[in-house]
């Protein structure tokens, strides 16, 4: 920085000789530049105080003298350096630096004089000798020094906001007396605390009143697994640690508050005066706690475009607190912004453009003030402010503007569920006390109702071992296995259990085979226990690949940085360009999911439960992403009836039941009904596989050796038992017919037996898993419909809040205004940096991922007899036997910036598919291939850049785009193409120790092979079959590449308009939806403190509320970005 500027100042040259008598410090002339690193530019130069009189002698003359008096620490600093530097290069302005043995040792009257202090406490500073000497000389206080004592109180922090109207979040204190902790208002619950009557459910946050007090904690709710995150003050790498901990602490007083879910970043704001505010955004501590880092070891962080609102809010903060120099941490979240901290005095670390326009700003305060009274002459300069640039993109570009996925959950345990009818007068105080009676329903799911459940089984079973003829009905069986599963675990986590309890008026109509024959008559409650269907750790690992992977489908996704592939996308997203939302149904298994892909997508470490809390909105909005299994619809009812009747049939099957089950001639049910044959035999053969299953597993119980086994995810052989058992009782109905119903159930344990417990070496298990897959093939999808036009009925009833939502995801793409936006000046290296790329994630259970593809097969979307394209994907979609777990439907909207904004062309949809994870025994020939990831032409075969080695690939070619004019025929041999697109790529993954320890170190994320044609196979055995047996998942396959938004647009109106009750059931889902406050997290705060009215009566009224949605942002990394490639042709196949 060493430019020159006029001149020695005046008395520099006494100066020079009279080096022996140190006094203080003055920067900072510049021919003295070298004089080594510690003093980084400052450099000393030492006066006698009579010097300086002699200086004040002639007033034309006088120099304004900045004092800086700070701890060395900081007075030293590299930020401080820079600025003081560029402070120094005003003619009329000299910097003294007060040393540190002088502050702590000498009196104040000491001290060197200044027209000017910036002074500003720390660790070990003596704010009240510096109080002392601004009384003694009175100078221009840049920061406040009496405020700076509210700074190191929380408390006063808070309540100086809240005078100032200043939105922040909902808080009590908790004052506790340290000679006894004992006495204060604390109540502590399971799920939340009560402070001074106030209630925080979890997830709250704990702060020590202390401001220098970093021990921050979040408590998190047992519904999301429980436990806390605790922050400190950076160590190394980390910044916070998970903690099974949930309860709260019990000595030192603290603030309660409630915790806002803001994405998973925090953003900092730095003003210098109430005009002037940097803001920049980090990952937030809370999230996984490792610090992200630059090559030269410093946090990453990301400058960010303030909205007016919280331009108005740093202006109140630097007011308020009286602080010119002021730093404070915003939260966005729900559309507002709250203030959670406040830290005084504080300097942006390394940036230049900071640097300049502090010292800027500073340097004209002062001389606006002072110069008066010093009879310099001075006017103010006249700045041409943030000159707005407009960068454009060269060459026929297409910018990726949105991504829309729908996934279905990972790898589950199978699902479990028990009936028992009761009418023991404690179940009914039971469903008295938690509301039941004004519905009829009760849903149990808190551990402490789970625990009253456990407690009534526990008691009723101790009474029926002491005397056998008591009046107890529930059966003892049942009770047992209502005790053993409510046990597993040795705890209650709300995610995998939950009972349910319906009234009955006059007890239960006698039908299944389970029940005895004698009946009582009066009231009774059906208890419905359900367990099972939690992700396992394999579901885990396939979720996290796959966000891994999806990371590549982003521009600048495919470049190597910092070590794992898809920087692209994770500078976008801290950037605040990236505009994601994750929303998962309320399952424990779906959010899990979505938290382990985030995890995944975003690069993040450690423990789900943070990140579920933080980045994933629970969407059981009316419907969204959640169905009500127990509300079928008519059509449902009678598409099952016929279903039953059908497959009761001991013949086998009929020309004229080909037409009737298979009337779509999808061959994937053909080919089902061929290994059928006859249902009823093939039922037959099922059941006694199953009998010989149950009675291999019983000999393994008398077995003392296996007795005690453990089987995977800790279920044991009793546990096991008792799953075959029970479909073994309810798959044969008393009369010998088969409960169809049962099938999904039956292959769902197969699969997971045979894929996970595959060491047990059971007989038969193969048979059983391939014929029961033949059944389940052909019963599943027809549960949503056997013709045409059931299918798109039931996929109605379930599916249109979902295709208005992404109706309107597809819609707001070009108004982007209210979305917080990257400042331009920083974005060297960002493509386009107004722009955002908007991501909508939907993770959801089989039904939904069923009826999306049903609508979007059956709906009328394109003509197969028309477009080639799409009647090749329709026929590959009906080879598809199974929509298996992590099945993907992908919708991409791309903007040619080159056409006209209002023409067709301008917006481009694709749309691709992967039906998830593959079989246990899926050979590479009865898979149905589709034609790839963005099929490219043939000639990309032999451009394959090496594997690890990618560089070619940022040198390439920046535009590489999909030529829009036309529909990609396969087969072209066309050098058009090439020049534009990258065929087939490889990438590396990041190889964690996860996977090391496993013995595979690096593993391919993307199939090497760009299949032009279906008899080309791709090259298997990328998966990750070898380690843990955690099946590889499709590659994704693109349906259609050249769709206009308007097709899509007119196309879902229609879709949804068709359904006229199913639209009004839709503009009540979406009213709620967009309601500004319910977007909120899964665990939606109370609304906050504010007192500066909503923010939506700001927005003008012409945007509808919904307008602006917060973008989100999580996890940093910087670097230069390679040229972005937008659409490489990809082919994702993903391994562990």
């Known amino acids: 920085m060493s430019e020159p500027h006029d001149g020695p100042g005046p008395g520099e040259e006494q100066g020079r000789s009279l080096r022996d008598v140190p006094r203080f410090v003055v920067g900072c002339e510049d021919d003295e530049q070298d004089m080594g690193q510690t003093e980084a530019g400052m450099k000393s130069e030492m006066f006698r105080e009579e010097d300086m009189e002699d200086v004040d002698e002639s007033p034309s003359e006088r120099q304004i003298v900045v004092g800086i008096c700070a701890m060395m620490k900081k007075s030293k600093s590299k930020p401080m350096t820079q600025i003081l530097e560029r402070l120094c290069k005003f003619d009329y302005i000299d910097v003294v630096i007060f040393l540190e043995e002088v502050i702590l040792e000498e009196p104040v009257e000491k001290w060197p004089l200044c027209d000017c202090l910036i002074s500003f406490h720390s660790k070990g500073f003596p704010l009240d000798k510096a109080v002392e000497y601004a009384k003694l000389r009175n100078p221009l206080l840049i920061n406040d020094l009496n405020m700076q004592y509210f700074i190191q109180d929380r408390r006063e922090v808070y309540r100086i906001l809240q005078e100032e109207g200043i939105d922040l979040p909902r808080y009590a204190v908790l004052n506790r007396d340290p000679d006894n902790p004992e006495e204060c208002n604390l109540v502590e619950g399971e799920d939340h605390v009560e402070v001074n009557g106030e209630v925080f459910p979890k997830p709250f946050v704990e702060k020590p009143v202390c401001a220098e007090d970093h021990n921050v904690y979040i408590y998190y709710p047992t519904s999301a697994g429980g436990g806390s995150q605790r922050l400190f003050r950076k160590i190394g790498s980390r910044s916070s640690v998970y903690s099974p901990e949930s309860s709260v602490r019990k000595t030192g007083s603290y603030i309660y508050e409630e915790f806002m879910p803001t994405d998973g970043t925090d953003v900092k704001v730095y003003t210098v005066g109430p005009d002037y505010a940097h803001a920049e955004a980090r990952k937030s501590p809370a999230l996984d706690g490792k610090v992200e880092r630059d090559s030269e070891g410093k946090e990453i962080r990301y400058p960010v475009m303030l909205t007016a609102m919280e331009k108005l809010v740093a202006r109140k903060v630097c007011l308020a607190f009286k602080q010119t120099v002021c730093g404070f941490d915003l939260l966005r979240a729900n559309g507002h912004s709250f203030v959670c901290d406040v830290n005084g005095f504080s300097f942006v670390k390394n940036s230049m453009k900071y640097y300049d326009d502090c010292a800027k700003v500073l340097g004209n305060m002062v001389m606006r003030e002072l110069a008066p009274q010093f009879h310099i002459p001075w006017s103010i300069p006249m700045e041409a402010e943030d000159i707005p640039i407009v960068p454009t993109t060269s060459g026929t570009m297409m910018e990726l503007r949105c991504v829309i996925a729908i996934i279905r959950h990972g790898d589950r345990t199978p699902k479990q569920k028990m009936k028992m009818e009761v009418r023991h007068p404690l ?20 551990p402490k109702q789970l625990q009253e459940v456990l407690d009534i089984a526990r008691l009723l079973l101790v009474e029926l071992v002491q005397h056998n003829d008591c009046e107890i009905e529930e059966k003892k069986s049942k009770l047992e296995q209502l005790k053993t599963v409510l046990e597993m675990y040795g705890h209650f986590s709300g995610i995998n259990r939950k009972v349910q ?16 024959d004698y009946k009582k008559d009066g009231p009774s409650l059906l208890l419905v226990l359900k367990w099972g269907g939690e992700l396992t750790p394999a579901g885990r690992v396939q979720a996290e690949e796959l966000g891994r992977a999806f990371r590549c489908m982003y521009p600048g996704g495919q470049g190597d940085y910092a070590g794992f592939p898809g920087c692209g996308l994770l500078r976008l997203h801290s950037t605040y360009r990236h505009d994601l939302k994750i929303y998962a149904s309320d399952e424990g298994r779906v959010q899990m999911t979505a938290a382990a892909f985030a995890k995944g997508l975003l690069a993040l470490e450690g423990e789900l439960t943070p990140i579920l809390v933080q980045m994933v909105k629970s969407a059981n909005m009316n419907g969204l992403l959640d169905s009500d299994s127990d509300s079928l619809t008519d ?79 800790s279920e044991t052989l009793e546990l096991m038992l008792q799953r075959w058992s029970k479909l073994e009782r309810d798959f044969r109905t008393k009369n010998g017919r088969y409960d169809i119903s049962k099938i999904p159930d039956i292959y769902d344990c197969i699969k997971y037996d045979s894929q996970h417990n595959a060491s047990l070496g059971l007989e038969d298990t193969l048979d059983l898993f391939r014929l029961s897959r033949a059944l389940a093939d052909l019963v599943i999808p027809q549960e949503y419909g056997i013709s045409k036009a059931e299918k798109l009925d039931i996929a109605q009833a379930y599916c249109v809040p979902l295709m208005k939502k992404i109706q309107l995801d597809l819609q707001r793409t070009h108004e982007d205004e209210a979305v917080n936006k990257l400042h331009p000046l920083y974005s060297r290296g960002v493509m386009s940096p107004g722009r955002h790329v908007r991501t909508r994630l939907y993770f959801t259970s089989e039904s939904h991922v069923h009826s999306l593809l049903s609508i979007f097969r059956y709906g009328g979307l394109l003509d197969e007899e028309r477009d080639q394209q799409w009647k090749q994907a329709m026929d590959y979609l009906s080879a598809v036997t199974e929509l298996n777990y992590m099945t993907q439907i992908v919708i991409m909207l791309y903007e040619d910036n080159n056409k006209d904004p209002s023409s067709e062309e301008r917006f481009h949809v694709e749309l691709h598919f992967s039906p998830g994870v593959k079989g246990c025994d899926d050979d590479e020939e009865n898979v149905p291939l589709g034609f790839g990831f963005r099929p490219a032409s043939s000639e990309n075969q032999d451009k394959k850049p090496n594997q690890g080695s990618l560089e070619d690939l940022s040198q390439d070619q920046p535009d590489q785009a999909l030529p829009v004019s036309e529909p990609i025929n396969i087969q072209r041999r066309s050098p058009m193409i090439r020049n534009r697109k990258t065929g087939s790529m490889e990438v590396l993954s990041e190889t964690s120790p996860t996977h090391s320890s496993k013995g595979c170190t690096s593993h391919r994320l993307f199939q090497s092979c760009s299949r032009q044609s279906p008899e080309i196979k791709p090259a298997s055995g990328l998966g990750f079959e070898g380690c843990s047996m955690v099946p590889s998942i499709f590659p994704l396959e693109t349906l259609h590449n050249s769709l206009s938004l308007k097709q899509v647009d007119e196309f879902l109106n229609t879709v949804c308009e068709s359904s006229s009750e199913a639209h009004a059931k839709t503009m009540k889902a979406l009213s709620s939806l967009f309601d500004s406050q319910s977007q909120t997290s899964l665990y939606s705060p109370q609304q906050p403190l504010s007192s500066s009215g909503s923010e939506t009566s700001l927005r003008p009224p012409s945007q509808p509320l919904w307008h602006g949605s917060i973008p989100s942002s999580a996890v940093s990394s910087a670097g230069p970005s390679s040229p972005i490639t937008e659409s490489s042709g990809l082919n994702f196949s993903f391994s562990e």
């Open 501 to 516: 309890l319906t009234y009955l008026r006059n007890g239960q109509p006698k039908a299944s085979s389970e029940e005895e």
């Open 635 to 713: 059509c449902q009812q009678k598409v099952k009836a016929r279903l039953h009747e059908i497959m009761q049939k001991n013949q086998e099957f009929t020309q004229d039941d080909y037409q009737k089950l298979a009337s779509t001639g999808s061959p994937s049910l053909v080919n089902s009904m061929k290994v059928i044959e006859n249902p009823v035999k093939t039922c037959d053969k099922v059941y006694a596989l199953i009998q010989s299953l149950t009675s291999q597993i019983r000999k393994r119980l008398e077995d003392p050796k296996s007795a005690d086994l453990q089987l995977y995810h």
């Open 427 to 446: 179940f009914f105080e039971l469903f008295e006390k938690y509301g039941g009676y004004k519905t009829g329903k009760l849903k149990l799911k808190k």
